[in-house]
């Protein structure tokens, strides 16, 4: 089993600025990628971000040049730093991410999901 770990989520106003957290610990032969998404209520969950092993990133057009999405190889963890936040980026944001298993089995694996809220 691969559990994931997200912090960072909460409360800013607009113009102001987050950094979310996903770290994956278990059963991890290695990673393929790993991703943000975000889903407010009543809509579909979408992209935010995503980066792979080999350091390609793609991102929503609504954050590309707002949010920048990293990676911590060494800790399997993946940052989402979320700058000039505006209300409409409030949603609950989940880490996906996609590991090879130790018994080398490709899966996908989610994340509880954070909160962000933007508002003044």
């Known amino acids: 089993q691969v559990q994931l770990e997200e912090s960072g989520g909460g409360l800013v106003q607009p113009g102001g600025s987050l950094r979310l957290s996903c770290a994956a610990s278990?059963?991890?032969?290695?990673?393929?990628?790993m991703g943000w998404y975000r889903q407010a209520p009543g809509n579909q969950r979408e992209l935010v971000a995503l980066i792979t092993s080999g350091g390609s990133t793609n991102y929503a057009d609504s954050v590309k040049g707002r949010f920048t999405i990293s990676r911590d190889h060494a800790k399997n963890t993946v940052y989402l730093q979320m700058n000039s936040l505006k209300p409409e980026d409030t949603h609950v944001y989940s880490c996906?991410?996609?590991?090879?298993?130790?018994?080398?089995?490709?899966?996908?694996?989610w994340g509880k999901g954070t909160l962000v809220t933007v508002s003044s």
């Open positions: 996906k991410t996609r590991v090879v298993t130790n018994d080398r089995y490709v899966k996908d694996y």
């Open positions: 278990g059963s991890i032969f290695s990673i393929v990628a």
